[in-house]
């Protein structure tokens, strides 16, 4: 495991602060950070898809806070890097909402869904919801929502398994899954940015017990 990159992202602070910053800003700290979480080089293509998240983020958040004040104290992560099987280097969702009981994850996608692609749009945020249920430590007792966010549409609204698929347009309306009903801000964000990794521990066969 590359643990360098374990417990890494790029922005973090109260959603309230993220509003409060124009694009440049954000992503200028992106960009900055985003040695922290991968080895790979940083391509234009990632920025873009960052500032497309942005408009998105912006529109929509503002909106969710405006309903409700507490929305606002809550914590945003950006490209936070969790322990993988298959990936040395870790799997980074694309956003983190984080509140006092529950963690939110936001996947960005680009290109539309249907019913024979469903399964590509939603596998990333399904291994991500996993990483967190049964190896994040901090997030073990949590309650997760899950949102795939495709760009690309209009007035779409999804439910595919335990992931929620909608256009940008529709967003607003994942946030009681994503945040809750009443929400309040988690106690200790850098202890859970900071979490150990629990494995099930697999029995030995027959075989491997006699050698």
Known sequence: MASQYINSFCFASEIS???????????????ENYSFVTPYELSDEQIVAWSECHDVLQESLSEIVESKRKYG????????????????????????????????????KTRSINDDNYKYVTSQAKKY???????????????????????SMKDYYKINGRVKCVSPDRLIETKENLMGVDPKPHPDVNRWINSDYVFPVREKTEEEERN
């Open 73 to 108: 104290s809550l914590t945003i992560i950006f490209e936070y890097v969790l322990w993988d099987f298959d990936n040395e280097n870790g799997v980074r969702p694309d956003v983190i909402i984080l509140s006092k009981n529950r963690v939110g994850i936001i996947e960005f």
């Open 17 to 31: 602060e993220f509003l409060d910053l124009n694009k440049e800003e954000w992503l200028n700290a992106m960009i």
């Open 129 to 151: 919801r996993h990483r967190l249920l049964h190896n994040h430590l901090e997030s073990k007792d949590m309650k997760i929502g899950t949102v795939a966010v495709i760009t």
